[in-house]
Protein backbone atom coordinates (compact mmCIF):
# COMPACT_ATOMS: atom_id res chain seq x y z
CA UNK A 1 0.00 0.00 0.00
CA UNK A 2 1.08 3.77 -1.07
CA UNK A 3 2.26 6.09 1.46
CA UNK A 4 -0.40 7.23 3.71
CA UNK A 5 -1.68 10.70 3.49
CA UNK A 6 -1.35 13.35 6.34
CA UNK A 7 -1.63 16.61 7.47
CA UNK A 8 1.12 18.44 5.95
CA UNK A 9 -0.77 20.70 3.58
CA UNK A 10 -4.04 21.28 6.14
CA UNK A 11 -1.13 22.59 8.32
CA UNK A 12 0.26 25.08 5.84
CA UNK A 13 -2.91 26.31 5.95
CA UNK A 14 -3.57 26.39 9.55
CA UNK A 15 -0.46 28.09 10.74
CA UNK A 16 -1.90 30.99 8.15
CA UNK A 17 -5.01 31.23 10.01
CA UNK A 18 -7.16 29.66 7.73
CA UNK A 19 -9.10 27.05 10.44
CA UNK A 20 -11.52 25.51 7.74
CA UNK A 21 -9.79 23.63 4.65
CA UNK A 22 -12.08 21.82 2.93
CA UNK A 23 -10.66 19.08 0.92
CA UNK A 24 -12.90 17.65 -2.13
CA UNK A 25 -12.53 14.28 -4.72
CA UNK A 26 -14.73 13.08 -6.66
CA UNK A 27 -16.16 9.12 -7.67
CA UNK A 28 -17.30 8.15 -10.62
CA UNK A 29 -15.86 10.19 -13.32
CA UNK A 30 -14.80 6.54 -15.67
CA UNK A 31 -17.63 4.82 -15.52
CA UNK A 32 -20.34 4.53 -18.57
CA UNK A 33 -23.28 4.63 -16.29
CA UNK A 34 -24.35 5.90 -13.18
CA UNK A 35 -23.74 9.61 -11.75
CA UNK A 36 -20.87 11.48 -10.75
CA UNK A 37 -20.54 12.21 -7.01
CA UNK A 38 -17.87 14.89 -5.46
CA UNK A 39 -17.68 15.25 -1.59
CA UNK A 40 -16.06 18.31 0.60
CA UNK A 41 -14.72 17.48 3.91
CA UNK A 42 -13.85 19.84 6.88
CA UNK A 43 -12.34 18.85 10.44
CA UNK A 44 -11.23 21.02 13.27
CA UNK A 45 -7.63 21.54 12.99
CA UNK A 46 -4.99 18.28 14.00
CA UNK A 47 -8.14 16.23 13.82
CA UNK A 48 -6.91 12.93 12.39
CA UNK A 49 -8.83 9.30 11.42
CA UNK A 50 -6.25 6.63 11.51
CA UNK A 51 -6.53 4.46 8.30
CA UNK A 52 -8.03 7.15 5.96
CA UNK A 53 -6.41 6.79 2.86
CA UNK A 54 -7.18 6.84 -0.59
CA UNK A 55 -10.80 5.29 -1.33
CA UNK A 56 -8.93 2.83 -4.24
CA UNK A 57 -6.39 1.71 -2.02
CA UNK A 58 -9.28 0.50 0.81
CA UNK A 59 -12.00 -2.76 0.89
CA UNK A 60 -15.34 -2.13 0.64
CA UNK A 61 -15.58 -3.00 4.48
CA UNK A 62 -13.21 -0.40 5.06
CA UNK A 63 -14.21 2.00 3.42
CA UNK A 64 -18.12 1.84 5.09
CA UNK A 65 -16.62 1.97 8.55
CA UNK A 66 -14.16 4.52 7.96
CA UNK A 67 -16.80 6.69 6.10
CA UNK A 68 -18.65 6.35 9.58
CA UNK A 69 -15.75 7.76 11.49
CA UNK A 70 -15.49 10.87 8.79
CA UNK A 71 -19.31 12.03 9.26
CA UNK A 72 -18.79 11.57 13.45
CA UNK A 73 -16.08 13.53 13.48
CA UNK A 74 -15.95 16.07 10.20
CA UNK A 75 -17.47 19.36 11.23
CA UNK A 76 -19.15 19.60 7.82
CA UNK A 77 -19.17 17.23 4.78
CA UNK A 78 -21.31 18.21 1.35
CA UNK A 79 -22.01 16.37 -1.35
CA UNK A 80 -22.60 17.19 -5.37
CA UNK A 81 -24.14 14.72 -7.85
CA UNK A 82 -23.95 15.50 -11.02
CA UNK A 83 -26.58 12.79 -13.49
CA UNK A 84 -26.07 11.27 -16.30
CA UNK A 85 -28.50 13.72 -18.10
CA UNK A 86 -25.62 16.41 -17.20
CA UNK A 87 -23.15 14.38 -18.11
CA UNK A 88 -24.11 13.63 -21.39
CA UNK A 89 -25.36 17.23 -22.04
CA UNK A 90 -21.78 18.92 -20.95
CA UNK A 91 -19.33 16.24 -20.91
CA UNK A 92 -18.46 14.46 -17.72
CA UNK A 93 -15.56 17.12 -16.97
CA UNK A 94 -18.05 19.92 -16.79
CA UNK A 95 -20.16 17.84 -14.78
CA UNK A 96 -17.24 17.18 -12.87
CA UNK A 97 -17.28 20.41 -12.00
CA UNK A 98 -20.73 21.10 -11.09
CA UNK A 99 -20.45 17.95 -8.80
CA UNK A 100 -17.42 19.65 -6.98
CA UNK A 101 -19.02 23.15 -6.79
CA UNK A 102 -22.35 21.57 -5.58
CA UNK A 103 -19.99 19.68 -2.81
CA UNK A 104 -18.81 22.80 -1.27
CA UNK A 105 -22.40 24.95 -1.34
CA UNK A 106 -23.51 21.78 0.85
CA UNK A 107 -21.17 22.56 3.50
CA UNK A 108 -22.86 23.77 6.48
CA UNK A 109 -19.61 26.19 6.48
CA UNK A 110 -17.64 28.56 4.31
CA UNK A 111 -14.11 26.89 3.94
CA UNK A 112 -11.44 29.79 4.03
CA UNK A 113 -9.06 27.37 1.30
CA UNK A 114 -10.15 24.35 -0.76
CA UNK A 115 -7.24 21.67 -1.38
CA UNK A 116 -8.39 19.26 -4.26
CA UNK A 117 -7.48 16.81 -5.81
CA UNK A 118 -5.49 16.41 -9.37
CA UNK A 119 -7.02 19.80 -10.84
CA UNK A 120 -8.59 23.00 -9.87
CA UNK A 121 -12.49 23.86 -9.74
CA UNK A 122 -13.59 25.62 -12.68
CA UNK A 123 -15.79 28.29 -11.55
CA UNK A 124 -15.38 28.28 -7.74
CA UNK A 125 -15.41 31.99 -5.95
CA UNK A 126 -12.91 30.37 -3.40
CA UNK A 127 -9.27 29.89 -2.97
CA UNK A 128 -7.97 26.92 -3.88
CA UNK A 129 -5.00 24.88 -3.97
CA UNK A 130 -4.74 21.27 -6.66
CA UNK A 131 -2.40 18.58 -5.25
CA UNK A 132 -1.63 15.78 -7.74
CA UNK A 133 -2.36 12.69 -5.74
CA UNK A 134 -3.68 14.65 -3.45
CA UNK A 135 -5.64 11.06 -2.20
CA UNK A 136 -2.94 9.74 -1.40
CA UNK A 137 -1.39 13.29 0.14
CA UNK A 138 -3.52 15.23 1.69
CA UNK A 139 -6.19 13.80 4.97
CA UNK A 140 -9.37 15.67 3.98
CA UNK A 141 -9.11 15.41 0.41
CA UNK A 142 -8.40 11.72 1.41
CA UNK A 143 -11.73 11.48 3.53
CA UNK A 144 -13.26 13.71 0.69
CA UNK A 145 -12.39 10.39 -1.66
CA UNK A 146 -13.96 7.69 0.60
CA UNK A 147 -17.55 9.60 1.28
CA UNK A 148 -17.61 10.48 -2.30
CA UNK A 149 -16.43 6.56 -3.37
CA UNK A 150 -19.44 5.30 0.09
CA UNK A 151 -22.42 7.55 -1.48
CA UNK A 152 -22.06 6.29 -5.35
CA UNK A 153 -21.28 2.96 -4.73
CA UNK A 154 -24.50 2.77 -1.97
CA UNK A 155 -26.30 4.60 -4.84
CA UNK A 156 -25.77 2.34 -7.43
CA UNK A 157 -26.77 -0.65 -5.33
CA UNK A 158 -30.05 1.61 -5.04
CA UNK A 159 -29.96 1.70 -8.77
CA UNK A 160 -29.08 -1.86 -9.78
CA UNK A 161 -32.58 -2.82 -7.57
CA UNK A 162 -34.24 -0.15 -10.24
CA UNK A 163 -32.73 -1.55 -13.47
CA UNK A 164 -31.82 -5.22 -12.81
CA UNK A 165 -29.88 -7.41 -15.10
CA UNK A 166 -26.76 -4.86 -15.64
CA UNK A 167 -24.68 -5.55 -12.65
CA UNK A 168 -24.55 -2.15 -10.96
CA UNK A 169 -24.68 -3.48 -7.59
CA UNK A 170 -21.26 -5.53 -8.45
CA UNK A 171 -18.96 -3.03 -10.83
CA UNK A 172 -20.88 0.35 -10.08
CA UNK A 173 -21.13 1.28 -13.63
CA UNK A 174 -17.61 0.54 -14.87
CA UNK A 175 -16.66 -1.14 -18.26
CA UNK A 176 -15.84 -4.37 -16.80
CA UNK A 177 -16.45 -7.18 -19.18
CA UNK A 178 -19.53 -8.25 -17.48
CA UNK A 179 -20.94 -5.38 -17.39
CA UNK A 180 -20.02 -5.10 -21.46
CA UNK A 181 -21.72 -8.26 -22.02
CA UNK A 182 -25.11 -7.26 -20.53
CA UNK A 183 -25.17 -3.84 -22.26
CA UNK A 184 -24.69 -5.44 -24.91
CA UNK A 185 -27.60 -7.84 -24.78
CA UNK A 186 -30.23 -5.69 -23.18
CA UNK A 187 -29.17 -2.60 -24.41
CA UNK A 188 -28.52 0.49 -22.63
CA UNK A 189 -30.43 1.75 -19.45
CA UNK A 190 -31.71 4.87 -19.07
CA UNK A 191 -28.65 5.65 -16.69
CA UNK A 192 -26.07 4.89 -18.80
CA UNK A 193 -23.87 7.49 -20.34
CA UNK A 194 -25.10 8.00 -24.20
CA UNK A 195 -22.05 10.21 -24.65
CA UNK A 196 -19.34 7.58 -23.90
CA UNK A 197 -18.73 5.50 -26.30
CA UNK A 198 -19.50 1.81 -25.84
CA UNK A 199 -23.02 2.98 -24.75
CA UNK A 200 -22.98 5.38 -27.96
CA UNK A 201 -22.15 2.51 -30.04
CA UNK A 202 -24.25 -0.16 -28.62
CA UNK A 203 -27.79 2.86 -29.19
CA UNK A 204 -26.56 3.03 -32.77
CA UNK A 205 -26.84 -0.82 -33.73
CA UNK A 206 -29.72 -2.04 -35.15
CA UNK A 207 -31.24 -5.26 -33.84
CA UNK A 208 -32.68 -8.32 -35.38
Not at 43 to 70: N, W, Y
Not at 119 to 130: D, F, K, V
Not at 162 to 184: D, N, V
Request: proline share 5%; aromatic share 8%; with cysteine.
Amino acid sequence: MSKRPDLRYERRLWKLGIDAVAGVDEAGVGPMAGPVVAAAVVFAPEIFISGVHDSKQLTHERREELFTSIRDRAIAVGVGIAEVNEIDRLNIYWATMSASRRALSALNLAPGHVLVDGRLIAGLQLPQTRIVGGDRKSFCIAAASIVAKVTRDRMMVDLDAIYPGYGFAQHKGYCTSEHMQSLAKLGPSPIHRRSFWPVAACAQRPLF
